[in-house]
């Protein structure tokens, strides 16, 4: 399915975003309308409000929770994540926060913590800088033809975010009105997929 990434009609990209809330009702999933909610309104001001930057481990373990019940619950990566002493949190998403811009750092540094990998750093950073980092998610990636098959691995998101970003600057130059993050892609397109999860990540 790669009809709306190959597409330039601005309509359907917003109507895929628009639709995403809907499409996260559709999937019937306990908790997680209002789990996405906050990750998408509350967390990015949360993290924004404090100088400097960080994500607290209550915050990320919500992050990781809101990642699984999305696609799909991997109980030992919670455990795993609730496992980080939460000074080790702190402290690592201070680091990761402030390489940004970097495209490769803040994910690898952000993966060094306990049942972290790219798809749950990704998440993080989506939430301080969606422009370079939009969220991992392999119903994304199969729409992109120039992407191979996924690989939850920090090499293949890098050409995953590039492509994200890429597109996204194409787009903002039909759909001016609408300043597009590849973040932004990320979820229009989870949503154009309809939100049904094939494989497990981290």
């Known amino acids: 399915m790669t009809y709306l990434w190959a597409s330039n009609k601005c309509a359907g990209w917003h109507t895929a975003l628009d639709r995403y809330s809907d499409i996260i009702a559709m999937q019937r999933v306990n908790g997680l309308p209002e789990l996405d909610a906050w990750y998408r309104d509350e967390l990015p001001a949360l993290i924004a409000a404090r100088s400097p930057a960080y994500i607290t481990r209550a915050e990320l373990e919500r992050v990781t929770a809101w990642k699984m019940k999305r696609g799909v619950w991997h109980e030992r990566n919670r455990l795993l994540v609730q496992s ?27 993966s060094q913590l306990a049942g972290v990998g790219p798809a749950t750093s990704s998440a993080v950073l989506a939430c301080r800088a969606p422009a370079i980092y939009p969220f991992f998610d392999e119903l994304v ?37 609408r300043e597009w993050t590849a973040h932004d892609l990320s979820q229009a397109l989870w949503s154009e997929s309809g939100g049904k999860t094939m494989v497990d990540s981290d």
């Open 84 to 110: 980080n002493a939460p000074a080790l949190v702190k402290k690592t998403s201070l680091d990761a926060f402030a390489a940004i811009p970097d495209p490769r750092k803040p994910v690898d540094l952000l």
């Open 141 to 177: 990636a199969a729409q992109i033809p120039e992407l191979e098959q996924v690989a939850f691995t920090a090499a293949y998101y890098q050409r995953y975010a590039a492509q994200l970003r890429e597109r996204a600057e194409r787009l903002k130059k039909t759909c001016a009105h």
